[in-house]
């Protein structure tokens, strides 16, 4: 019996479209694209058009874009390219960030933005936490516990008074703002200038694309240090032979991602529904966490007075896979800095499973999955 996989917040399949538009790059165009030979200055040419297709996605320029190996390094590139250059300024992340964000942020003088009940930060606290020392705001777009969709907008504009504010007062420290998208593209607009962000993170491995494929967008007129010192590559921001295979395979995922995400937004949302209204019919006392502000793909379900790691493994023996919070924080042994945020207590963060959904997802996989829920949660 194949299993039921409910855990596409931590890996997607790869789409065959992906899959495919990698292969050419492993044999026949294997060159380095730095390389001068016609063969090699070809795959350049292939790789420039991979760059504006990616570009083309988010609404940005080719040159605003700088492949990375995945959403951790978008974001370390990000907080530290900006933090590195003003050590004496601060950064503000939300309480909820992926700890790809969490851990450079630490490294500087930061603060958290706090979150309300459902996950999302708390605007008039965010602007009371801003300070002329404030360089940079990290906030992600949607959080892979919950689901919350953070209002990217409504903080764009509160920095852009901020920043007008500022140039009155002749302060001339800018203010940029990051988001972790990691979560968002199969199911939300990616265009930065919509948003209002000045760097986005994306990686492919969430978009049924390659893992360690991703990009920082980083929009014109920013500068930021590189992580990774030498051959000059990405416009010096991150040396090293570029890993065409990665890009193309993330640039066919994330259009193919961008095609689907209409009709998937709406087919997911209604399973997320019919899991919800099943798993509360049959067990009364099962808590969704997240509010209503939430991608369709994710469900954190609080059962109380169970455990949820042994939940877990009972469920994977009976044939569904999901996770304990999420795949990073579930290596280690501590309840999940997002649902402590959103005010769950240790003992009800460890009655809480995250289901994640995805293109494979079907509603017979539901029902089976709520009755094998109900099966173990009732002996
Ligand atoms: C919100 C978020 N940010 C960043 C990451 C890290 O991405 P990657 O594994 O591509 O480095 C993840 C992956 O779990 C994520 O969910």
Request: aromatic letters at 4%.
């Amino acid at each position: 019996m194949k299993s039921i996989y409910l855990d596409y917040a931590a890996a997607t399949p790869m789409a065959p479209e992906a899959v495919a538009a990698m292969q050419p790059y492993f044999s026949e165009k294997f060159y380095n694209p730095s390389a001068t030979y016609l063969a090699a200055r070809s795959v350049r040419t292939e790789l420039n058009d991979i760059r504006a297709r990616l570009a083309a996605q988010i609404g940005a320029r080719p040159s605003e874009i700088v492949l990375t190996a995945g959403a951790t390094e978008a974001n370390n590139l990000a907080v530290q390219g900006v933090m590195r250059q003003y050590p004496d300024s601060e950064i503000l992340v939300s309480a909820v960030e992926h700890e790809s964000v969490l851990a450079p942020a630490g490294l500087f003088k930061y603060q958290e933005i706090p979150v309300d009940g459902q996950g999302q930060i708390i605007l008039n606290k965010l602007s009371n936490l801003v300070n002329d020392k404030t360089v940079l705001i990290s906030v992600m777009l949607v959080n892979n516990e919950l689901g919350a969709i953070q209002p990217l907008r409504e903080i764009s504009q509160l920095i852009a008074k901020i920043r007008q504010e500022r140039i009155s007062r002749g302060q001339d420290l800018p203010l940029y703002l990051h988001t972790d998208a990691a979560q968002a593209g199969n199911y939300l607009d990616l265009h930065a200038s919509r948003l209002g962000v000045d760097m986005m993170s994306i990686n492919g491995g969430k978009l049924y694309g390659p893992k360690q494929s991703g990009f920082l967008f980083v929009k014109s007129g920013m500068t930021l240090r590189p992580l990774i010192h030498g051959g000059g590559q990405e416009s010096g921001l991150r040396a090293g032979t570029e890993n065409i295979a990665a890009a193309a395979g993330l640039t066919a995922a994330l259009e193919l991602s961008a095609a689907l995400r209409h009709e998937e937004s709406a087919r997911t949302t209604l399973l997320r529904e019919l899991f919800e209204s099943e798993i509360k019919k049959r067990v009364p006392s099962a808590q969704i966490n997240g509010g209503r502000q939430r991608a369709p793909h994710i469900i954190s379900l609080t059962i109380p007075n169970t455990d949820n790691e042994r939940l877990m493994m009972e469920l994977d023996e009976a044939g569904v896979q999901c996770a304990v919070g999420s795949a990073c924080s579930a290596s280690r042994d501590e309840p999940s800095h997002v649902l402590a945020a959103i005010g769950l207590n240790d003992k009800t963060a460890r009655s809480t499973l995250r289901f994640s959904l995805g293109r494979q997802t079907t509603d017979t996989d539901i029902h089976k999955t709520v009755k094998e829920m109900t099966r173990l949660v009732k002996h």
